[in-house]
């Protein structure tokens, strides 16, 4: 026989979390069916990236370069100092031979010279004092052992000062490692970036950066750089001819370069002598801080940290290694935040 009873009823807690579960399930749904697939970024977007990371990788580079002088600098230091130190003690030597062979013939006699005291004394100076006063030596000895004292203490502080040169050169060659491992990092990254655009996109931005450089030559052309005399003039013609040389990291010539290798090399083929990197090379001359006085040939400097230099080819274009995957090019003084210049 069919029961009558009527159903059990859910309770409410029940009917509230179920109809919450569906409401949720059915939003779920409407997002996903809504939702659009994640975009790429632009060719803008990557662009700026790509940009970013070029100037950070210049920026390392640009103290790879001054970490590379000052081992360079170091190592040179070092070596005169182990010269002069090798050569201090053969003078050190001979002068105690010279004390040596008096000290032998007096000893046959049965006397034992003063200067033999000397070294068996805990304090030359004191000894050399009071043997003086008591007029002990003779003239001749106490102006050699005078020496002998100068050129001991002369030797301890070139080797001191060796010693803490060579402390330097170590944490330098450490800090080498770390900048060139950045450097690597930073180009790596940047590559992985380009290597995501199309063939297209590619050549897009490579057209928009030649029409822009063509555009800046133009302008410098027009406003007569060319014509321009003296000793940044001839720096900057020799500049001129390297145009469409690739920008490497760390590079110097005469083939290839960057920021500050490009500025310096251009300088030493006239006979000048500047610094190697940018921010040595924004303290090598005379600073002009107003766009407006610079004069084509002048060094121009770019970013808060004095990262990056160029040469001014007049009518606001700078003449510059602008990063990797570039090439030395005319580009608008505008493009980057302008320091100041130095006049050479």
Known sequence: MASHRRPKQPSRTRVTV???????????SANAANAAPSEKPSMDEVKAKVDKLYEQTEQASEK????????????????????????GQG????LRDSLGLAAAAQYRTGSIDPSV??????????????ASTMDQLSSQQVETLKKVTEKQRSLAQQRSEATEKLKDLADTRSELAKKKKEVQSKLTEARKLLNSMTAAQKAAIAAEDARASRASQRSALD??????????????????????SPYVYGADGSSTFD???FTSWAFAQVGIHIPRTSQEQANAGTRIYSQSQLQVGD??????????????????????????????????????????????
Request: aromatic share 8%; hydrophobic share 40%.
């Open 299 to 344: 060094l121009v400097i770019f970013y808060g940290d004095l990262h990056h230099v160029g040469f001014y080819a007049g009518n606001g274009q700078v003449l510059h290694a602008p990063r990797s995957g570039t090439v030395v090019r005319y580009e608008s003084i505008g493009n980057m935040p302008f320091q100041f210049g130095v006049r050479i």
């Open 91 to 94: 003078d050190l030597n001979e």
């Open 259 to 261: 920021c500050s290798g």
């Open 18 to 28: 179920l109809t919450t579960a569906a409401a949720a399930a059915v939003a779920l």
């Open 64 to 87: 790879l370069n001054g970490a590379e002088e000052k081992q360079d600098r170091l190592e040179k230091e070092i070596s005169t100092l182990q010269d002069n130190v090798a050569r």
């Open 223 to 244: 406003s007569g750089g060319g014509a321009v005399t003296g000793r940044a003039g001839s720096a900057y013609a020799a500049a001129q001819s390297k145009i469409g």
């Open 117 to 130: 005291q000397l070294f068996l004394s805990a304090d030359p100076d004191d000894y050399l004092d009071k």
